[in-house]
Protein backbone atom coordinates (compact mmCIF):
# COMPACT_ATOMS: atom_id res chain seq x y z
CA UNK A 1 0.00 0.00 0.00
CA UNK A 2 2.88 2.57 0.69
CA UNK A 3 4.22 1.70 -2.57
CA UNK A 4 0.81 2.63 -4.05
CA UNK A 5 -0.16 5.47 -1.90
CA UNK A 6 2.88 7.07 -0.63
CA UNK A 7 4.11 6.77 3.10
CA UNK A 8 2.45 8.93 5.30
CA UNK A 9 -0.53 9.85 3.54
CA UNK A 10 -2.47 7.59 4.86
CA UNK A 11 -3.76 6.02 7.99
CA UNK A 12 -3.19 2.33 6.39
CA UNK A 13 -4.49 0.56 9.90
CA UNK A 14 -7.89 2.63 9.15
CA UNK A 15 -7.57 1.77 5.56
CA UNK A 16 -7.56 -1.61 5.95
CA UNK A 17 -10.10 -1.40 9.24
CA UNK A 18 -12.34 0.31 6.71
CA UNK A 19 -12.14 -2.92 4.42
CA UNK A 20 -12.84 -5.25 6.68
CA UNK A 21 -15.58 -3.49 8.45
CA UNK A 22 -17.29 -2.98 4.79
CA UNK A 23 -16.72 -6.88 4.13
CA UNK A 24 -18.52 -7.46 7.91
CA UNK A 25 -21.47 -4.78 6.91
CA UNK A 26 -22.44 -6.24 3.66
CA UNK A 27 -22.21 -9.80 4.07
CA UNK A 28 -25.48 -11.85 3.30
CA UNK A 29 -25.99 -15.45 2.76
CA UNK A 30 -26.29 -16.04 -0.96
CA UNK A 31 -28.68 -18.96 -1.97
CA UNK A 32 -28.06 -19.41 -5.89
CA UNK A 33 -24.50 -20.54 -7.14
CA UNK A 34 -23.08 -20.51 -10.46
CA UNK A 35 -21.35 -24.05 -11.43
CA UNK A 36 -18.17 -22.63 -11.62
CA UNK A 37 -16.07 -23.93 -9.29
CA UNK A 38 -14.11 -21.92 -6.30
CA UNK A 39 -10.32 -21.62 -6.57
CA UNK A 40 -8.07 -23.63 -4.84
CA UNK A 41 -6.01 -21.02 -3.10
CA UNK A 42 -9.54 -19.40 -2.41
CA UNK A 43 -10.54 -22.38 -0.64
CA UNK A 44 -7.37 -22.60 1.15
CA UNK A 45 -7.52 -18.88 2.55
CA UNK A 46 -11.52 -19.65 3.41
CA UNK A 47 -9.79 -23.03 5.53
CA UNK A 48 -6.90 -20.82 7.01
CA UNK A 49 -9.63 -18.39 8.02
CA UNK A 50 -11.42 -21.42 9.83
CA UNK A 51 -8.16 -22.93 11.62
CA UNK A 52 -7.46 -19.44 13.30
CA UNK A 53 -10.72 -18.47 14.53
CA UNK A 54 -10.59 -17.99 17.96
CA UNK A 55 -11.75 -21.18 20.68
CA UNK A 56 -12.59 -21.93 23.74
CA UNK A 57 -9.04 -22.18 25.49
CA UNK A 58 -7.20 -22.62 22.25
CA UNK A 59 -7.69 -26.66 22.22
CA UNK A 60 -8.74 -26.55 18.24
CA UNK A 61 -11.08 -29.65 18.81
CA UNK A 62 -12.63 -28.99 15.10
CA UNK A 63 -11.95 -30.56 11.74
CA UNK A 64 -12.55 -29.60 8.26
CA UNK A 65 -13.47 -31.37 5.64
CA UNK A 66 -13.92 -29.64 1.74
CA UNK A 67 -16.33 -31.54 -0.45
CA UNK A 68 -15.81 -31.08 -4.13
CA UNK A 69 -16.46 -34.19 -5.62
CA UNK A 70 -19.38 -33.36 -7.97
CA UNK A 71 -20.72 -37.17 -7.26
CA UNK A 72 -19.63 -36.99 -3.42
CA UNK A 73 -21.20 -34.00 -2.75
CA UNK A 74 -24.55 -34.99 -4.75
CA UNK A 75 -24.80 -38.20 -2.54
CA UNK A 76 -24.50 -36.60 0.54
CA UNK A 77 -26.91 -33.73 -0.95
CA UNK A 78 -29.21 -36.38 -1.64
CA UNK A 79 -28.82 -38.63 1.78
CA UNK A 80 -29.95 -34.88 3.43
CA UNK A 81 -32.05 -33.58 1.55
CA UNK A 82 -34.05 -36.32 -0.48
CA UNK A 83 -33.39 -38.32 -3.83
CA UNK A 84 -33.23 -35.03 -6.64
CA UNK A 85 -33.41 -32.58 -3.43
CA UNK A 86 -30.89 -30.03 -2.35
CA UNK A 87 -30.37 -28.60 0.57
CA UNK A 88 -27.00 -27.27 -0.26
CA UNK A 89 -28.46 -25.09 -3.11
CA UNK A 90 -26.10 -26.80 -5.13
CA UNK A 91 -22.78 -25.18 -4.63
CA UNK A 92 -19.68 -26.68 -5.91
CA UNK A 93 -17.86 -25.96 -2.08
CA UNK A 94 -19.13 -27.73 1.12
CA UNK A 95 -17.23 -27.68 3.75
CA UNK A 96 -18.34 -29.57 6.70
CA UNK A 97 -16.71 -28.08 10.63
CA UNK A 98 -16.76 -31.36 12.76
CA UNK A 99 -15.90 -30.91 16.25
CA UNK A 100 -14.82 -33.61 18.80
CA UNK A 101 -17.82 -35.30 21.04
CA UNK A 102 -18.06 -33.85 24.27
CA UNK A 103 -15.82 -30.48 23.79
CA UNK A 104 -17.86 -27.94 25.93
CA UNK A 105 -17.49 -24.91 23.62
CA UNK A 106 -18.63 -26.94 19.80
CA UNK A 107 -21.53 -24.39 19.30
CA UNK A 108 -19.13 -21.39 20.32
CA UNK A 109 -16.10 -22.86 17.72
CA UNK A 110 -18.25 -23.76 15.20
CA UNK A 111 -19.85 -20.40 15.57
CA UNK A 112 -16.61 -18.18 15.54
CA UNK A 113 -15.11 -21.03 12.35
CA UNK A 114 -18.30 -20.51 10.18
CA UNK A 115 -18.49 -16.67 10.72
CA UNK A 116 -14.54 -16.41 10.33
CA UNK A 117 -14.94 -18.61 6.75
CA UNK A 118 -18.11 -16.85 5.97
CA UNK A 119 -16.50 -13.18 6.00
CA UNK A 120 -13.17 -14.96 4.06
CA UNK A 121 -15.44 -16.29 1.21
CA UNK A 122 -17.44 -12.78 0.87
CA UNK A 123 -13.93 -10.89 1.25
CA UNK A 124 -12.56 -12.85 -2.42
CA UNK A 125 -16.17 -12.21 -4.13
CA UNK A 126 -17.49 -15.43 -2.94
CA UNK A 127 -20.82 -16.37 -1.65
CA UNK A 128 -21.57 -18.87 1.35
CA UNK A 129 -24.40 -19.73 3.36
CA UNK A 130 -24.64 -21.55 6.29
CA UNK A 131 -26.24 -24.74 6.19
CA UNK A 132 -27.59 -26.79 9.21
CA UNK A 133 -29.51 -29.79 8.97
CA UNK A 134 -26.84 -32.19 9.31
CA UNK A 135 -26.35 -31.45 12.65
CA UNK A 136 -29.75 -31.10 13.64
CA UNK A 137 -29.61 -35.05 12.33
CA UNK A 138 -27.70 -36.35 15.48
CA UNK A 139 -27.33 -39.40 13.63
CA UNK A 140 -26.43 -38.39 10.01
CA UNK A 141 -24.01 -36.01 12.26
CA UNK A 142 -21.79 -39.17 13.22
CA UNK A 143 -22.32 -41.12 10.57
CA UNK A 144 -19.89 -39.31 7.89
CA UNK A 145 -16.39 -41.21 8.83
CA UNK A 146 -16.37 -41.65 4.79
CA UNK A 147 -16.87 -37.83 4.53
CA UNK A 148 -13.67 -37.12 5.81
CA UNK A 149 -15.55 -36.49 9.32
CA UNK A 150 -13.11 -38.35 12.36
CA UNK A 151 -14.19 -40.78 14.34
CA UNK A 152 -15.33 -39.58 17.91
CA UNK A 153 -16.17 -35.87 15.95
CA UNK A 154 -19.75 -34.73 15.33
CA UNK A 155 -20.79 -32.23 12.40
CA UNK A 156 -21.73 -28.77 14.03
CA UNK A 157 -22.24 -26.81 10.66
CA UNK A 158 -21.79 -27.06 7.32
CA UNK A 159 -21.35 -24.31 4.56
CA UNK A 160 -22.02 -23.94 1.01
CA UNK A 161 -19.67 -21.77 -1.08
CA UNK A 162 -19.29 -20.84 -4.89
CA UNK A 163 -19.54 -17.71 -6.87
CA UNK A 164 -22.93 -15.83 -6.48
CA UNK A 165 -25.53 -16.79 -9.52
CA UNK A 166 -27.13 -13.09 -10.56
CA UNK A 167 -26.67 -9.69 -7.87
CA UNK A 168 -25.38 -10.18 -4.58
CA UNK A 169 -28.13 -9.53 -1.91
CA UNK A 170 -28.50 -5.90 -0.69
CA UNK A 171 -27.47 -5.54 2.80
CA UNK A 172 -29.76 -6.97 5.70
CA UNK A 173 -32.11 -4.11 7.55
CA UNK A 174 -31.72 -5.02 11.02
CA UNK A 175 -34.00 -5.24 13.72
CA UNK A 176 -34.21 -2.45 15.95
CA UNK A 177 -33.80 -1.67 19.39
CA UNK A 178 -30.97 -4.92 20.48
CA UNK A 179 -28.38 -2.48 20.98
CA UNK A 180 -28.06 -1.08 24.82
CA UNK A 181 -25.48 1.94 25.32
CA UNK A 182 -24.78 2.95 28.64
CA UNK A 183 -22.47 5.55 29.10
CA UNK A 184 -21.49 8.26 31.60
C1 LIG B 1 -26.91 -21.27 13.01
C2 LIG B 1 -27.40 -20.89 11.63
C3 LIG B 1 -28.10 -21.82 10.88
C4 LIG B 1 -28.53 -21.52 9.60
N1 LIG B 1 -29.13 -22.48 8.83
C5 LIG B 1 -29.51 -22.19 7.57
C6 LIG B 1 -30.04 -23.20 6.74
O1 LIG B 1 -30.15 -24.37 7.11
N2 LIG B 1 -30.42 -22.87 5.48
C7 LIG B 1 -30.29 -21.57 5.01
O2 LIG B 1 -30.65 -21.32 3.86
N3 LIG B 1 -29.77 -20.60 5.78
C8 LIG B 1 -29.37 -20.87 7.04
N4 LIG B 1 -28.78 -19.90 7.81
C9 LIG B 1 -28.64 -18.52 7.30
C10 LIG B 1 -29.63 -17.57 7.96
O3 LIG B 1 -30.92 -17.83 7.49
C11 LIG B 1 -29.19 -16.12 7.66
O4 LIG B 1 -27.93 -15.89 8.23
C12 LIG B 1 -30.19 -15.10 8.21
O5 LIG B 1 -31.42 -15.19 7.54
C13 LIG B 1 -29.66 -13.67 8.07
O6 LIG B 1 -29.42 -13.36 6.71
P1 LIG B 1 -27.98 -12.95 6.16
O7 LIG B 1 -27.01 -14.05 6.52
O8 LIG B 1 -28.16 -12.81 4.68
O9 LIG B 1 -27.59 -11.67 6.81
C14 LIG B 1 -28.32 -20.21 9.08
C15 LIG B 1 -27.59 -19.28 9.84
C16 LIG B 1 -27.12 -19.63 11.08
C17 LIG B 1 -26.28 -18.63 11.84
Known amino acids: LE ?4 RGTI ?3 RLTMNTI ?16 QIRDEDLDLI ?4 ILAPNGMNQEPWHFTAIQDPKTLRELDEKV ?8 YHAPTLILVSIEIGNAFEK ?7 TNMMQAAHALG ?3 VWC ?8 LGVQLSSYGVPEGYKVTGTLAVGYPKGDYPSPRVPKQGTITYIRS
Do not use: Q, W, Y
Open 108 to 114: EDTACAM
Open 126 to 128: LGS
Open 3 to 6: GILG
Open 47 to 50: LKAA
Open 11 to 13: DRR
Open 21 to 36: TDHILSRRSVRSFSNE
Open 81 to 88: AGPGESFF
Open 132 to 139: NRINHNPK
